[in-house]
T-cell receptor, first 112, second 114 residues
Framework: AQSVTQPDIHITVSEGASLELRCNYS??????LFWYVQSPGQGLQLLLK??????LVQGIKGFEAEFKRSQSSFNLRKPSVHWSDAAEYFC??????????FGRGTSLIVHP | GAGVSQSPSNKVTEKGKDVELRCDPI?????LYWYRQSLGQGLEFLIY????????KSGLPSDRFSAERTGGSVSTLTIQRTQQEDSAVYLC????????????FGSGTRLTVV
């Protein structure tokens, strides 16, 4: 069965600092992987996705993620965080079932 | 429509009452998903519709929960005899095919059972 682990419940960074949010997945074959962002009171917005090919994926809002099969990871990065990036971030995977499984989320807090 | 539309956005109901939550997916999206998000929790899968196939109901927490999708478009999630533990945000998503382009979410329905 597929699963996703986001080991960090909260991450605090200063505005302008770099960011890395961790995501580990469990799935036997090559997974489909996603990162979503959720602002308070809103639904989830897709940041980026990985299916195959280049392991470094570029997304919206300046985010990128790197698929590392050897580490079963798909970490999200941003070189310089803005205050508007404060939100909840969810990593998700879908495998053979085509039903995406979500991690518990990481809450990003941005200090001015 | 341009996005996934959910209604109502907020619903307060008394314990024991039935509620219906509606989801209007993106036109042409064959797949539709319902999730539940409790405070501070991730997304809990409830049910999945794909085209005219039988839905995957494996995530429904009890027989008080049911869902239907009419004409391959609008979906209604029904919770009968609501309990306080049903209080959560109910999110609907749709996708083209099997999600190769990702999943588009609605803004959710916040259900509060008092």
């Amino acid at each position: 069965a597929q699963s996703v682990t986001q080991p960090d419940i909260h991450i605090t960074v200063s505005e302008g600092a770099s960011l890395e949010l961790r995501c580990n997945y469990s799935y036997g074959a090559t997974p489909y992987l996603f990162w979503y962002v959720q602002s308070p009171g809103q639904g989830l917005q897709l940041l980026l996705k990985y299916f195959s090919g280049d392991t470094l994926v570029q997304g919206i809002k300046g985010f990128e993620a790197e698929f590392k099969r050897s580490q079963s990871s798909f970490n999200l990065r941003k070189p310089s965080v803005h205050w508007s990036d404060a939100a909840e971030y969810f990593c998700a995977t879908s495998g053979g079932s085509y039903i995406p499984t979500f991690g518990r989320g990481t809450s990003l807090i941005v200090h001015p | 429509g341009a996005g996934v539309s959910q209604s109502p956005s907020n619903k307060v109901t008394e314990k024991g009452k039935d509620v219906e939550l509606r989801c209007d997916p993106i036109s042409g999206h064959t797949a539709l998903y319902w999730y539940r998000q409790s405070l501070g929790q991730g997304l809990e899968f409830l049910i999945y519709f794909q085209g005219n196939s039988a839905p995957d109901k494996s995530g429904l927490p009890s027989d008080r929960f049911s869902a239907e999708r009419t004409g391959g478009s609008v979906s209604t999630l029904t919770i009968q005899r609501t309990q306080q533990e049903d209080s959560a945000v109910y999110l609907c998503a749709s996708s083209l095919g099997r999600g190769e382009n990702g999943y588009t979410f609605g803004s959710g329905t916040r259900l509060t059972v008092v």
